[in-house]
């Protein structure tokens, strides 16, 4: 597959305003370039069309690696991961504890949280931090 242009690398991020979509994370807080996600994994035929792009940080996208489900711990259901091109990010999610933590709403928004460790120990702490200088959670 050919690699990504850089101008649609750079839309994706523009888009997403320089935060990660699935736990909002902002670049310009951690100071780390976000790197692009692949919604559907390439190894499993996803492509390179904007549709199955979003931007990531690090961190989710590794976490994330090549799942598309999981199951949902409450429900039991087999269910996809959240899609930031077809869900809105508050129909799934909410911050909690002042926005330390993400709370999944949905069997989607749960089982995304485990998946890719949203409230992992790491960022938990740094973003108490964020939220001390009011730099966190993001308002819009
Ligand atoms: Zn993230």
Redesign the pocket.
């Known amino acids: 597959m050919p690699s990504l242009p850089d101008a649609l690398r750079q839309r994706v991020f523009e888009e997403a305003r320089h935060r990660?979509e699935?736990?909002q994370?902002s670049r310009r807080v951690t100071g780390i370039p976000l790197v692009i996600d692949h919604i559907i994994p390439r190894s499993l035929g996803g492509t390179n069309e904007r549709g199955n792009l979003a931007a990531?940080?690090y961190?989710?996208n590794e976490f994330k690696g090549d799942r598309t489900h999981t199951f949902d711990h409450v429900t039991g259901d087999f269910v996809p991961l959240f899609n930031p091109r077809q869900d809105r990010w508050s129909e799934h999610f909410a911050w909690a504890n002042g926005g330390t933590h993400i709370v999944g709403l949905t069997p989607v928004g749960r089982a995304t949280v485990m998946v890719l460790r949203l409230n992992n120990e790491t960022v938990v702490e740094a973003r108490a931090l964020w939220v001390s200088r009011d730099w966190h959670p993001p308002q819009d």
Do not use: A, P, V
């Open positions: 990660c699935y736990c994370t990531s940080c961190r989710c």
